[in-house]
């Protein structure tokens, strides 16, 4: 079974800087999809940006970014320019390839509580 | 506009008496699944359905029932909820293909008392 870590239960960033949220997984397939969601305090899940796993390149969506690491199995996601809105739960999401049927929904980490400090 | 729509957002109810939190999706998606989150834990699958009549267990199915008569809905039943079932609870759903992320509804904050 595939595990999702994320091992920053709390950050915390003044804003206008750069930070970036860490996610680590276990898997034995080759093909598979990586997610970040936010979660504000409304509570709504919101897809912030995704990752194939075999594209080399980083995805990138405006201020946020990732650093995919395949090897390492590790995705983290970078948000530059931090404002106050991203002030949030970020959960690192797994989604299994074809191989796996990519049906049995997402595997999530346990979240990193983002502060933003004015 | 696209969505998934669950309800109710926010139920308070008793041991034992039997419950359905609806989800519905007007995107035509293939797949749907239920997740509860607890503080800490993150989220976790309930069940999971790829299309019409063909659910299966996620990782937490022990006290939940689901059905998948219609493709746009997929209830969620709680046929003798128990406080450990205190949660909130997430209906997502998703084409086929895994390079989609899942679109989640708003949740269901459930209270057994």
């Known amino acids: 079974a595939q595990t999702v870590t994320q091992s920053q239960p709390e950050m915390s960033v003044q804003e206008a800087e750069t930070v970036t949220l860490s996610c680590t997984y276990d898997t034995s397939e080759s093909d598979y999809y990586l997610f970040w969601y936010k979660q504000p305090p409304s509570r709504q899940m919101i897809l912030v940006i995704r990752q194939e796993a075999y594209k080399q390149q980083n995805a990138t969506e405006n201020r946020f970014s990732v650093n995919f690491q395949k090897a390492a199995k590790s995705f983290s996601l970078k948000i530059s320019d931090s404002q106050l809105g991203d002030a949030a739960m970020y959960f690192c999401?797994?989604?299994?390839?074809?191989?796996?049927?990519?049906?049995?929904?997402?595997?999530f980490g346990k979240g990193t509580h983002l502060i933003i400090q004015p | 506009e696209a969505q998934v729509t669950q309800n109710p957002r926010y139920l308070i109810t008793v041991t034992g008496k039997k419950l359905t939190v609806t989800c519905s999706q007007n995107m035509n998606h293939e797949y749907m699944s239920w997740y509860r989150q607890d503080p800490g834990l993150g989220l976790r699958q309930i069940y999971y359905?790829?299309?019409?009549?063909?659910?299966d267990k996620g990782d937490v199915p022990e006290g939940y029932k689901v059905s998948r008569k219609e493709k746009r809905n997929f209830p969620l039943i709680l046929e003798s909820p128990s406080p450990n079932q205190t949660s909130l609870y997430f209906c997502?759903?998703?084409?086929?293909?895994?390079?989609?992320?899942?679109?989640f509804g708003s949740g269901t904050r459930l209270t057994v008392v």
């Open positions: 999401a797994y989604r299994g390839g074809y191989s796996g049927g990519g049906a049995d929904g997402l595997t």
């Open positions: 997502a759903s998703s084409l086929s293909g895994t390079i989609h992320g899942y679109t």
């Open positions: 359905s790829m299309n019409v009549e063909v659910t």
